[in-house]
Structures are given as structure tokens and as C-alpha cells.
């Protein structure tokens, strides 16, 4: 019998989407599907995140943040 590895994939409840021009530019942010609000640095999606009652420990945590474009350090448009 052959047993087939499925990849683990993540289903956060924060998403971070890419950066969007603007001045200055910024990321939409969603929780639960729901898009909650734009950050502008990390700190906005810890407040976003706390004012839905999510505990964030670890921004690089997959279970916790999707990153998408970028990472935690991704706030430009290149």
C-alpha cells in the first residue's frame, strides 16, 4: 500500500495581503475572511489583531499571520 504525504496548509485567521501604493503605502489586512482594516507597519496588525481578541506571539508564525507579498518586513512597493 502507498501512503501519499499530503503538504500541511495553514488556515490563519489574520492574512496580510500585499503592499498597495499610496502615501505611504500599506496592506490590507483581514481576520476571518473579513477585511478588518490597512496597516502601515507591524504594529497595526497587532492592534488589529488584538482588538479581535487574537493573541499574536510570533508574527512568523504560519498557524497565525499569512503573509502574502512580502513578510513582516515588506512595507514598500518595489
Known amino acids: 500500500m502507498t501512503e501519499s504525504a ?3 496548509i495553514s ?3 489574520i492574512l ?3 503592499v498597495q501604493p499610496g502615501t505611504p503605502p500599506f496592506r490590507i489586512v483581514q481576520i ?3 477585511v478588518v482594516g490597512e496597516a502601515r ?3 497595526d ?3 488589529a489583531a488584538a482588538a479581535y481578541g487574537i493573541p499574536v506571539h510570533d508574527m512568523d508564525d504560519p498557524d497565525v499571520v499569512r ?3 512580502g ?3 515588506t512595507w514598500s512597493v518595489h
Open 11 to 13: 488556515h490563519p485567521r
Open 67 to 69: 503573509w502574502v507579498g
Open 45 to 47: 496588525v497587532l492592534a
Open 41 to 43: 507597519a507591524v504594529t
Open 32 to 34: 476571518d475572511g473579513q
Open 6 to 8: 499530503s503538504p500541511y
Open 16 to 18: 496580510v495581503l500585499g
Open 71 to 73: 513578510d513582516k518586513f
